[in-house]
């Protein structure tokens, strides 16, 4: 009874699509979140009769043959790219990519991290770092007696001071970007590593190379959709649901066999 267990790999597909569509609709308020798709393939056939073999009757080809499905797997999770809505905060250090690109930051094990959260801190020292304290790349430095903080669409960093007119120029913000944005590898928290898919980071200045360019005072708002992410639910549900019958179908089957006398 191959149904039991092609039903049973139905219904662990479902489960998954359910699981990564709930994190979707638990990250729709999370800063630069994209959501992912669930991508599915058929399991390998039991090839009963090959397609193209001959017949022992009369010689004649098999035009399509008896191939027997054996369920399904999960193929992938993407990463569903897509810009999110700018909201403005009027935050001195919050900074929205309008476009390609990501914020390079540094991990405490000294690797380099990749993000699109723009909610940008000064620590005690001064540093620019993101919310869990990660120092932006390169380095950028807030003097104390700065009075202000400007950033411009180009991703130049200005400080105003009481005693001065000009600004002094701190630093220069740069973005990153790979030949495969999927491939980047999730961490949590904002934050993604390079990975053999995605290929080498290829660091520019914003605005430059087909990067996108600097949005200071605004933040990127999550680009999940709730609609969409509830009526994806809805079909997931329904899939389990039938998959769930097909395994009630197959023991009642089973049941009818074992009590013929």
């Known amino acids: 009874m191959r149904a039991l267990q092609i039903a049973a790999t139905g219904m662990s597909a479902q489960q998954t699509r359910v699981d990564v569509i709930s994190n979707n609709l638990a990250n729709m308020s999370t800063t630069g979140y994209n959501p992912r798709r669930a991508e599915f393939a058929d399991l390998q056939y039991q090839q009963a009769v090959r397609p193209g073999t001959l017949t022992a009757t009369n010689g004649a080809m098999v035009p399509a043959g008896v191939q027997l499905g054996l369920g399904v797997r999960p193929a992938a ?3 569903m790219l897509g810009q999110g809505t700018l909201n403005q905060t009027n935050g001195d250090l919050d900074v929205a990519i309008d476009g390609y690109g990501y914020l390079e930051v540094t991990l405490p094990s000294g690797v380099s991290a990749y993000t699109r959260d723009g909610s940008l801190k000064r620590s005690a020292e001064g540093q620019v770092v993101t919310s869990d304290g990660y120092p932006l790349v390169p380095d950028i430095t807030i003097p104390q007696d700065a009075r202000s903080i400007a950033i411009n669409a180009n991703g130049e960093v200005f400080a105003y001071f009481n005693d001065r007119v000009e600004p002094e120029n701190l630093g220069q913000i740069t973005l ?18 390079e ?4 290929g080498a980071p ?10 996108g360019t600097i949005r200071a005072g605004y933040l990127e708002e999550s680009s999940v959709d709730p609609v969409r992410e509830i009526a994806e639910l809805i079909k997931a549900q ?4 039938l998959n769930s019958k097909v395994i009630t179908a197959a023991d009642q089957m089973l049941g009818t066999t074992v009590q013929v006398r």
Do not use: D, H
């Open 238 to 241: 329904r899939g389990y649901e």
């Open 176 to 193: 990153a970007n790979f030949v495969n944005e999927k491939g980047l590898e999730a961490i949590g928290s904002n934050l993604f590593l």
């Open 202 to 211: 290829q660091v520019a200045t914003p605005g430059e190379e087909g990067l």
């Open 195 to 198: 990975s053999t898919a995605s």
């Open 77 to 79: 999770v993407t990463v």
